[in-house]
């Protein structure tokens, strides 16, 4: 019992599925994690512990299904990102990764097309794939920067019903203005998503991609309470859009999706957003102390506005990620040839890290 008796490809596994791999960043017990932009930082004790109390108050009832609506929260995401909106543009999900789904079920599945431009977020082709649409890779200039014009253009070619935008991208860290999710909205009679998983790193005064939401109901703005939030354990994400859409994500969400301990984990968060964002600056800063400083060693940072760093010029970015996991520093080979990425950290990580680059040697 329990041994392993077929391989996968002995399963009556759907055509579509075979050969592909499932999403995996590694995973080791290294004193320095830096490789899935992680907000580094715990959870302030304060806030953390308003989370329990609020955990606790809704184990009472957890004998019940939670609010299928989950309401409240809803409000509460709402508040938080203001612009007027309502709970009735708000929907929810366990990670934005699930939100993304939610979409694609709605939106996509078989016979439809999906496009992105990469290099992009990994996810996007392996949940487009996995909902049974069609993946089709666009293109960005070498420097990874995405004109309105080209954007625009690609979208015409290739006429997907879903269109993905990254702002800021991930993994290269690249600005996305609002003037390319414009005329790309203008190109398509498709969903248009622009996944700002990364929003809370761009600069104060650099406007999101919620403001151009009233008038475009085929527009949807994605979010996740992981990265700024320092709540990736606690797996929320969450979108807003026009009422419209949410009533379609309804069609094929699971019944009771968000626990109420979710729920309630994430309202009491929020609750407490400006101490929670409070770390953001600090990690901006070390963001931009590893850009100055890997380019003084040798190597090419590219502009970020999120909470990593994608630098180039590494020989062997293979060697490279090897000798920095052998001096305990777990950074991640994003497959862009000689480059490697690395999450900005703690003060005390990010000069653990930096040490031990400078210590493998210049564009090793």
């Known amino acids: 019992m329990g041994g392993v008796t077929v391989r996968l490809d002995d399963l009556p596994l759907r055509d579509d599925l075979r050969g592909m791999t499932p999403y995996g960043a590694p995973q080791a017990a290294l004193p320095v994690a830096l490789n899935v932009n992680e907000n580094t930082h715990p959870v302030p004790a304060e806030v953390a512990d308003d989370i329990l109390d609020a955990i606790a108050r809704a184990l009472r009832d957890v004998n019940r299904y939670p609010d299928r609506e989950f309401s409240g929260l809803r409000e509460a995401f709402a508040d938080y990102l203001g612009h007027g909106l309502t709970r009735e543009q708000i929907w929810a999900a366990n990670g934005s990764n699930e939100v993304l789904q939610h979409i694609l079920q709605a939106f996509g599945g078989p016979g439809r097309r999906a496009l992105g431009f990469g290099p992009t977020y990994s996810m996007y082709p392996i949940l487009t794939r996995a909902t049974g649409a069609e993946w089709v890779a666009g293109e960005r200039e070498h420097d990874f920067t995405l004109s309105p014009a080209s954007a625009a253009e690609q979208v015409v070619r290739e006429n997907p019903d879903i269109v993905f935008l990254c702002a800021p991208n991930n993994p290269t860290g690249t600005p996305l203005g609002l003037d390319v999710i414009e005329a790309v909205y203008a190109v398509t009679d498709g969903i248009v998503i622009v996944d700002e998983a990364y929003q809370e790193f761009s600069p104060h005064d650099e406007p999101s991609a ?129 480059h490697l990425r690395v999450t900005a950290g703690t003060a005390d990580e990010t000069t653990a890290f930096l040490d031990a680059l400078a210590s493998v040697g210049s564009r090793a």
């Open 210 to 338: 919620v403001t151009l939401l009233p008038g475009r109901a085929r527009l949807v703005v994605s979010r996740t309470m992981s990265k700024a939030f320092a709540f990736a354990g606690a797996r929320v994400g969450y979108l807003a859009a026009d009422p419209a859409v949410i009533d379609a994500l309804r069609l094929v969400r699971l019944p009771y999706h968000l626990s109420a301990l979710t729920q309630a984990a994430a309202t009491a968060a929020l609750g407490h957003a400006d101490t929670m964002l409070s770390m953001v600056d600090e990690i901006v800063a070390q963001r931009d102390r590893i850009s100055a400083t890997v380019a003084a060693l040798g190597y090419t940072a590219h502009a970020s506005w999120t909470n990593f760093v994608l630098f180039g010029g590494v020989d062997d970015p293979a060697a490279t990620w090897k000798a920095l996991y052998d001096r305990g520093v777990l950074i991640r080979d994003v497959g862009i040839a000689h």
